[in-house]
């Protein structure tokens, strides 16, 4: 990363600023996901996802309501049948009630644990917007990029936004389709909630893009791991696969991607035992990370991964 450049559609800003305005009277934080793609490594955030009504807020801080928040980057993705590989979950933004134009000590923990989350791994930065309000009342946006520099560690960089229009051609070129404004994603949000049986999000893997999210995930791991992935659709959705000495099955719940799968593996002849890493699960995470969490990190495999993400068409067009 060598500029600290953070890209913004007008629309996650209008998003980002409406949230602010509304919670800043009561001097109550809030805040929700980023949610974008890359640019030659750089973040550009297209959306950014109100609150809700269920995050835990108070004046000095804030858990959002992952459901929710799991909920809406589906329904985005859900616009966004053929950029499945290029979406991202991007970051955060929250808003500090007093004037505080920077990060926290909480802030810069959580961007932590977040960045060294196996989930993320394909992430090459984290985007941490912070909005805060001088004495004049006037809002102010805070741009930070987290990047990963030791272990456990990461350097946070003041970044630059800039603002682009969601209609450039480029955008348009990388989604496959024209930008979808956010109150029509909301809306979309409702009217699954309201007949369920059109877009279920209780059994979402089995609609057509729960299906292609699906197909997406296994392709990249017969990629990345080069092994044979068996498939069984029932009720719940079974895959069965072999790493050297490791045997893995992964069980996709019928909510996939808005929860988790469970993965259980064994190595030689091991009893089967379950692998946790599910804390900061969301919808856009790569089952391909977690696997490679679990046979190179926890068992000390090698395994030769080829970037799969955060590729951009023009890179694409030039293999
Ligand atoms: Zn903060």
Redesign the pocket.
Known sequence: MKENIMFITKSAIQVINDESFKWKNMKI?C?GSLVGIFFNRIPLILYAIDTGTNASQSGGH?VTDHNYQNKMICAIISQYPSALSELHYLGDF???PMY?PK??G??EQ?SKKILHDPIHSNLPALSIL?TTFDSNGTIEFCPFLAIRDNINDASFNRAKLEVIDENDSNITNVLGRRYVDYRNILEAKEMHESFPHQFNTNSFVNCKIGNARLDKEIDDLRNTFKIDVAIKRADIIFCEMQFEDVKIHIFFPQEFPLNPPTIMFSQGEAEMQEYHPYYAWNSLSSIANLLEDLLVRQLGKEVKKQETSTTIPDERDKK
């Open positions: 934080e805040g804030l929250h808003m500090h505080f990060m926290s909480t802030d959580t912070i």
